[in-house]
């Protein structure tokens, strides 16, 4: 997952149903002899709005909670989509535009407070590690670099076939990832995690070797291959937001079509396109274990 010079400006087309970030503040400087509490939280994607309904499709959303012992305060980080998922996985196709258009940029979030009845009511809430806040201090430093330049959601993880060791073409770029990121950052500093076992969400796409199309430019601009860009836009549309039941189930048979009868899907990725060659068994989601990272105990440690 390619990293950029800087976050763009949201284009005003984007709008989130719900807000991003409401109540965010800037990450605290603690005291470097504060012992800091971190935990593991875990909860269905949409669960305000759906309850445990993904949980069981083990659809599950990801961040990380820190309670300081020096004030008492907890704190909630999280890394999610600026527009919401819809918008992260599929662009729109814009009247008067001949490329699609994205609105795909997700970033981190920090607010303080920990919702326990969010969190532990159809997921987790558990206590992972215990860091200085000098270890705090310098895992906030690598979270700002990480926020300005790693900007873009990207919802599928792309691989060869369902066997652990098979080839990943592409890889996720989502809420676990960050927090995978900040857990391994938090070993790097010293940091000594529990013992237990975790376990993330993974919505993966299975490929032959994918052919890369070309950008935005040389598939869509005044030069572009006008074919190409029919075809990217024509497997588009069906993924659009609908209206009716009965606009719904016409493109859900356009989908299967593409993806499943012809086996082709059009990825977007760090700014590209990719043709992806389906094969069986297509997609599948996954609740599998990654294990807490093991770091170096260094002159960092409580």
């Known amino acids: 997952h390619r990293r950029f010079d800087y976050r763009p400006k949201t284009d005003p087309y984007c709008q989130a149903r719900y807000t991003f970030c409401p109540t965010g503040s800037a990450i605290p400087v603690m005291k470097e002899e504060d012992v800091i509490e971190v935990y593991r939280l875990q909860a269905p ?39 919401q998922l819809g918008n992260c996985t599929f662009p729109h ?56 330049t790693g900007i873009y959601y990207e919802t599928w993880t792309v691989q060869a076939s369902p066997d652990k060791q098979s080839v990943v073409w592409f890889d996720s770029y989502e809420c676990s990832k960050f927090i995978l990121r900040t857990y391994q950052k938090l070993a790097d500093v010293g940091a000594v995690f529990k013992k237990i076992q975790t376990n993330y969400t993974s919505i993966i796409l299975f490929s032959g070797e994918p052919v ?45 079509d593409h993806v499943i009868l012809n086996g082709q899907f059009y990825l977007f990725y760090n700014l590209e396109y990719w043709l992806l060659p389906m094969k069986f068994p297509y997609l599948k989601i996954i609740y599998e274990e990654v294990p807490l990272p093991t770091g170096n105990k260094t002159s960092f440690g409580v």
Not at 49 to 61: A, C, E, F, Q, T
Not at 126 to 133: A, E, H, M, Q
């Open 45 to 83: 994607v949409w669960e305000f709005k759906y309850g445990d309904l993904l949980g069981h499709l083990k659809i599950m959303h990801d961040a990380v909670g820190f309670k300081s012992s020096l004030t008492g305060k907890n704190y909630t980080m999280e890394w999610y989509e600026l527009f």
């Open 93 to 148: 196709l814009r009247p008067g535009m001949d490329a699609p258009f994205w609105c795909n940029q997700g970033a981190a979030c920090f607010y303080e407070g920990i919702d326990d009845a969010h969190w532990k009511e159809n997921g987790t809430l558990v206590l992972v590690t215990t860091i200085s806040g000098l270890m705090f201090n310098e895992m906030a430093k690598w979270v700002k670099y990480d926020n300005e």
């Open 212 to 256: 890369y199309l070309g950008n935005e430019t040389s598939i869509f601009g005044p030069q572009g291959n006008k074919t190409l860009a029919a075809a990217i836009r024509d497997f588009y549309y069906p993924f659009k937001p609908h209206q009716t039941v009965r606009e719904f189930f016409v493109d859900l048979i356009k989908i299967i």
